[in-house]
């Protein structure tokens, strides 16, 4: 069974400070993706990460991709009231038949006090 | 215009009544799924259907019985509700071999 752990479990911190979320897995994934789900809604797609090593950013986010395609981080600078919400790691896998599985971490909620 | 709808948005049922959710998406996906969120927000993925057909079936209970009656549209039947099948139940859609999977706003079922 595929397990993504994600770290922390819960993130309080002030506006303007830093942070970074770990997405740690045992097994290889063919793309990493991370969400953002706010409450009542369903999550949002914040990125995919497909190469060892991939780094991508999106504004005050930064997202790499482990090199062995096992693990993943998202570091926030200048973290703002905006930025509150879940944070969902997802890893992409595809099956012996060509099936493709999303499974998705354990979360992280982060709250951005203002 | 939304993506991926489901209907109802709450559903509080008795035990051992029969329910069902609906789910249509308008973004031309080729594969639809259904996941149930718990209480610790843990998203698990229930069933994955491409082009009509059953692809994933992860271990749930017959109980549940994914319904597509064509590539727009995924609902899930549910028999004999239980306590335990109180969650957050999301249907999301995607196209195959392309990357990102956008999600309905969820349904909340509270079996009492």
């Known amino acids: 069974t595929q397990l993504l752990e994600q770290s922390p479990q819960f993130l309080s911190i002030q506006e303007g400070e830093n942070l970074t979320v770990y997405c740690n897995s045992s097994?290889?994934?063919?793309?990493l993706q991370w969400y953002r789900q706010e409450p009542g809604e369903g999550p949002v797609l914040l990125v995919t990460?497909?190469?060892?090593?991939e780094v991508k950013k999106l504004k005050r986010l930064t997202f790499q991709f482990g090199d062995a395609r096992k693990d993943s981080s998202l570091h926030i600078t200048a973290a703002q009231p905006g930025d509150t919400g879940l944070y969902l790691c997802?890893?992409?896998?595809?099956?012996?038949?060509?099936?493709?599985?999303?499974?998705f971490g354990t979360g992280t909620r982060l709250t951005i006090i203002p | 215009d939304t993506a991926v709808s489901q209907t109802p948005k709450y559903l509080v049922t008795q035990m051992g009544n029969d329910k069902s959710i609906k789910c249509e998406q308008n973004?031309?996906?080729?594969?639809m799924y259904w996941y149930k969120q718990d209480s610790k927000k843990f998203l698990k993925i229930m069933f994955s259907?491409?082009?009509?057909?059953?692809?994933i079936n992860e271990t749930v209970p017959n109980r549940f019985s994914p319904k597509s009656p064509d590539k727009a549209h995924l609902n899930l039947h549910i028999n004999s509700l239980e306590l335990g099948d109180s969650a957050v139940y999301f249907c999301?859609?995607?196209?195959?071999?392309?990357?990102?999977?956008?999600f309905g706003s969820g349904t909340r079922l509270t079996v009492v």
């Open positions: 999301a859609s995607s196209q195959r071999k392309q990357n990102g999977y956008t």
């Open positions: 097994s290889v994934f063919s793309s």
């Open positions: 990460v497909v190469t060892g090593g």
């Open positions: 997802a890893g992409r896998s595809i099956s012996n038949f060509g099936n493709e599985k999303l499974t």
């Open positions: 973004l031309g996906h080729d594969t």
């Open positions: 259907y491409n082009n009509k057909e059953l692809i």
